[in-house]
C-alpha cells in the first residue's frame, strides 16, 4: 500500500510541474488560445473576433482580430507538436508607438505584429 502512495504522490508532483512548465513557458493547445495569451502578454485584447487567419509557409499562421475599433495581429506556431505559443521572431520588448494612431513591430522576417486604429 505504501509504494501505490508513492506512485501516486510522483504521477501528481509530475503533472503539477508539467503545468507549471506550461504557463511558464506560454504554451497553449489551441492556435486561438495562443492568439488571446498573447493579446493579454501585450495588453492589448481580447478581440472581439477574429477576422482573419492565414496560414504561413512554415506551419505557423498569423492571427488577425478586431480590438477596440482597430485591428490586432499577432503571429502564432506550433510547438512541440500538441503546442501553440507566438512566434519565437516576434519581440515584444522594445514594441512602442508609431505615428500615434499605429502600435507595430517589425520582425525579423518583414511582418508587421500589432495594432492599427480604423477609421
Not at 512602442?96 to 517589425?106: E, I
Amino acid at each position: 500500500m505504501k509504494r501505490i502512495k508513492q506512485c501516486v504522490l510522483f504521477l501528481l508532483v509530475l503533472i503539477l510541474c508539467g503545468g507549471l512548465w506550461v504557463m511558464s513557458n506560454r504554451l497553449y493547445f489551441s492556435p486561438e488560445a495562443a492568439f488571446h495569451g498573447a493579446e493579454r502578454g501585450l495588453r492589448c485584447g481580447p478581440s472581439e473576433e477574429i477576422l482573419l487567419t492565414y496560414p504561413r509557409g512554415d506551419g505557423s499562421q498569423i492571427y488577425v482580430g478586431k480590438w477596440n475599433n482597430g485591428l490586432s495581429v499577432i503571429p502564432v506556431e506550433q510547438y512541440l507538436g500538441l503546442f501553440w505559443r507566438m512566434s519565437t521572431d516576434v519581440d515584444v520588448e522594445g514594441y512602442h508607438s508609431m505615428y500615434g494612431d499605429v502600435d507595430a513591430r517589425l520582425t525579423k522576417e518583414s511582418v508587421l505584429v500589432g495594432l492599427s486604429l480604423l477609421p
